[in-house]
T-cell receptor
């Protein structure tokens, strides 16, 4: 596929369970971003990577959230001990590089997480 | 840090009439500004971007936006709305200085197009 893909598209889990959300960026894109979008709100930055290096994780809400991109391609956002307030749309984006701010970020369709 | 404010949460227009979606920004330096569109069950798509090369920016699907420093505004317009324009629109800036690519989104404006 030519675009950013995310899986699963929908995830329903029970409070206290761990979840892993996957993002497959556009091939060759250096930078990968994670955003969280609550209902009725705009997306909020969580973290981003250049290649495999996590450059900024200032947007992660707390230490239950973590992300990795071990080989500089696919990334996984993990939420441990999920809580109901974690319910949101989680969006991934990739771009050619972050060193030029005007590089377009291409967004995936998102993963809708519902914590019961 | 830069921030953006979308002045309308919901805009309704009739097909064939002009569209105006308003956005104000705050920034202590020359901002980077974008408009993204989100159709139901689809990812966010870039409509246009302000790169400081020109104050009037043309985007896809007939949309354009004008950067007005004196008014700190970056409103999105289209001369004639089409039914397919119904979607959610986000005015977007960049958080912090430097080229980090950390986007900061406005609250969004839902555009309804009536036949």
């Amino acid at each position: 596929g030519a675009g950013v893909s995310q899986s699963p598209r929908y995830k329903v889990t029970k409070r206290g369970q761990d979840v892993a959300l996957r993002c497959d960026p556009i091939s060759g894109h250096v930078s990968l971003y994670w955003y969280r979008q609550a209902l009725g709100q705009g997306p909020e930055f969580l973290t981003y990577f250049n290649y495999e290096a996590q450059q900024d994780k200032s947007g992660l809400p707390n230490d239950r959230f973590s992300a990795e991109r071990p080989e500089g391609s696919i990334s996984t956002l993990t939420i441990q001990r999920t809580e109901q307030r974690d319910s949101a749309m989680y969006r991934c984006a990739s771009s050619l590089a972050a060193d030029r701010v005007y590089n377009e970020q291409f967004f995936g369709p998102g993963t809708r997480l519902t914590v019961l | 840090a830069q921030s953006v404010t979308q002045l309308d949460s919901h805009v309704s227009v009739s097909e064939g009439t002009p569209v105006l979606l308003r956005c104000n920004y705050s920034s202590s330096y020359s901002p980077s500004l974008f408009w993204y569109v989100q159709h139901p069950n689809k990812g966010l798509q870039l409509l246009l971007k302000y790169t400081s090369a020109a104050t009037l920016v043309k985007g896809i699907n007939g949309f354009e936006a004008e950067f007005k420093k004196s008014e700190t505004s970056f409103h999105l317009t289209k001369p004639s709305a089409h039914m397919s324009d119904a979607a959610e629109y986000f005015c977007v800036g960049v958080r912090g200085s430097g080229n980090t690519g950390k986007l900061i989104f406005g609250q969004g404006t839902t555009l309804q197009v009536k036949p």
